[in-house]
């Protein structure tokens, strides 16, 4: 599996920002989904994540009201749409895919900058 994060970039506080998630490869292996952030010199954090169906989502509870996470299954995208964006949402976001066997995948990451 092989995911490729697209839709990072620079925003000021109070804009909104929409991530894409395309995954590729055996993409009928994978289950849930999620999206991770990492700020500098913070350790990587989980913002969101969404379950093979997209039926039952969870959200960190700095985010919760502000972003949303969708998925497409027919085109294997993954989404999360950021609003309200506030300067400490500044960090790579990072998407993640569990497939069978437990087997986790990341992809390469994208960066977002919210200016104050």
């Known amino acids: 599996v092989q995911l490729v994060e697209s839709g990072g970039g620079l925003v000021q506080a109070g804009g909104s920002l929409r991530l894409s998630c395309a995954a590729s490869g055996s993409t009928f292996s994978i289950n849930a989904m999620g999206w991770y952030r990492q700020a500098p010199g913070k350790q990587r954090e989980v913002v969101a994540g969404?379950?093979?169906?997209?039926?039952?989502?969870n959200y960190a509870d700095s985010v919760k009201g502000r972003f949303t996470i969708s998925r497409d299954n027919a085109k294997n995208t993954m989404y999360l749409q950021m609003n309200s964006l506030k300067p400490e949402d500044t960090a790579v976001y990072y998407c993640s895919a569990v497939a069978n066997y437990g087997l986790k995948y990341w992809g390469q990451g994208t960066q977002v900058t919210v200016s104050s």
């Open positions: 969404i379950t093979s169906s997209g039926g039952s989502t």
